[in-house]
């Protein structure tokens, strides 16, 4: 029964229909609870878009998108289930932005809802964000991973002035530097180049990201 | 053509065909263009290949190229560093056309910019390129967007038609804002001098 919604779940997710997909958790939410729904069907069936996502070229911009409102959409049913004085177990503060000049904040937005989803306490700054402000707001909060994202080459060299501003403040090792957007895809070296930590293909894969960046900054 | 002209190529994305043609009419600049077109922006790296393919075949003749494009594909920066070869200031077309500090608040405002040719391919873009359709398009452009702005240039008639279609489709108004075409006209005269400058150099 599980492994039939599952499939008809991830077959919603793929055909980009958002309201039969809640329809489908809704349902069976009712006799269990919003919060069994994310681990026994999404969070299996986004593991499975994740994996087609990252060997498949196929996977449209609409696919991409739509999967996140339906995470997102999931995720505040379940959190709604919470009772209003337990706070919510969170995996730590990260800050992320789209980087100076850099405005494409499609691949930003998918980030934010996919870390919020896997249970870490988000700080998105928007789009073009400078240097400074990021790293003010991770010393802030104590974020240990500062996430920048830049779709082209021409913004992607600003994630050099971050790298910067990590290191002339005394915080190397300590805060981790993500980067990500199609460019970094296109070309991997550019990672290393612009002092990052490490990159994710896609928005799914982000928490991994952050999961090992995290461990490594806590290590020191 | 004068010597200068006879020395200098234009690689330019199709999307500024009316822009450039204009340019040269009223500058009478006598240059030789070979357009790219913009459609080749949906594959950068098909972009890449084809620009690397025809950046070689006029260095080769000795040309010094003008290239008429954004940072529209991950290794545009190794093609605007060689050697005799320029690209206007501007990460893509909108901002070519309007200078960076106006592109950049008006990002800020939410603006999504149309030009004429993308005008009459939106569907294919949108729809068949993105697969974008009904209410997730709706969704997707709202989400990222406040509004559509057309930049007219003055040359082709605006496409109303296509900007009411589109802003339906994305449920986003629009607006039609004209720009002058003296930004881009700065960023070629400064670009043409810097090549032909590093010319005179070489030869010394």
Redesign the interface.
Known sequence: MADDILETFFQYLLQ?K?EPANAIIDEWAKERSYREAVFKILEPALVRFGEKWSTEEDV????G??AA?IAEDIMTKAAMERPMDVEPESKGPVVIGNIE?D?H??GR?LVVIFLRSAGWKVYDLG??VIAGDLIDKAVQVGAKVVGASAM????AVNVKKLRKEIDSRGLSGRVKLAVGG??FN??PELVGEVGGDGTARNALAVPELMERLYDEASKG | MNETEHKVVFIACSIFKSELEEIKKKSALNISVRYVPSMLHMSPEGLNLRLKSLLQEELARSKKVVLLFGDCHPYMHEQESLPGVCRVEGMNCPEILLGHTRYSSMRMEGSFFLMAEWSKRWREVFKEGLGLKGKTAKDFMKDMHDKLVYLDTGLLPVPMRELEEMSDYSGLPYEIMSVSLEPLLAEIRRCMERILKDDIHTSD
């Not at chain 1, 449209?60 to 696919?63: E, F």
């Open positions: 980009t958002r449209s911009l609409a696919q998108y739509i409102k000049d405005y904040a499609l937005k789009n073009d082209m080459y021409t913004t199609a460019v296109l070309r």
